[in-house]
């Protein structure tokens, strides 16, 4: 069982995630005003591992899809699912707002991200990877 616990991202994770952005893509003056949610209708889960953030996702609807702008984990926390926790709960905010496909920003030639996504259904498209989502009716 997973130890990985994800909830929706707050304003005071900005330091947090700076660091972790630091740290994962060696960009150590990130503005992490683009990472936190905003009016604009964006939302940001970040997910925990024993207390400490260990990855998060960026992501916003356009029309049926979400569009996730960004996925990063943390590189000492890669293998613990936090991956495959932050997807759960996207796919889970696109079913429960009656989208039609998450969509997800992957940069050309990340075999490993490309792998990742490939393993979860994901199928790619012009821009990144891309996968319907379920449809429950009600």
């Known amino acids: 069982m997973s130890d990985v616990v994800v ?3 707050r304003a005071d994770d900005g330091p947090a995630l700076r660091r972790l952005l630091a740290e994962a893509m060696g960009e150590p003056d990130a503005d992490t ?3 936190l949610p ?3 209708g964006d939302v940001v889960f970040v997910a925990e591992l024993r207390g400490h ?3 998060y996702a960026a992501a916003r609807v356009e029309g049926p899809v979400l569009v996730v702008d960004r996925v ?3 590189p000492a926390d890669r293998g ?3 991956g495959h926790r932050l997807l759960d709960w996207l796919e889970g905010y696109g079913v429960s707002r009656g989208l ?7 940069e050309r030639g990340n075999r490993e991200a490309e792998d990742f996504y490939a393993r979860r259904g994901y199928a790619e498209c012009p821009d990144g990877v891309e996968r319907d989502l379920p449809h429950v009716d009600e």
């Open 33 to 35: 005003d683009a990472i």
């Open 7 to 9: 909830r929706e991202g």
């Open 53 to 55: 953030p260990a990855g």
């Open 72 to 74: 990063m984990v943390a």
């Open 80 to 82: 613990r699912h936090v």
């Open 100 to 106: 039609e496909r998450v969509r997800i920003a992957v």
């Open 38 to 40: 905003d009016d604009s």
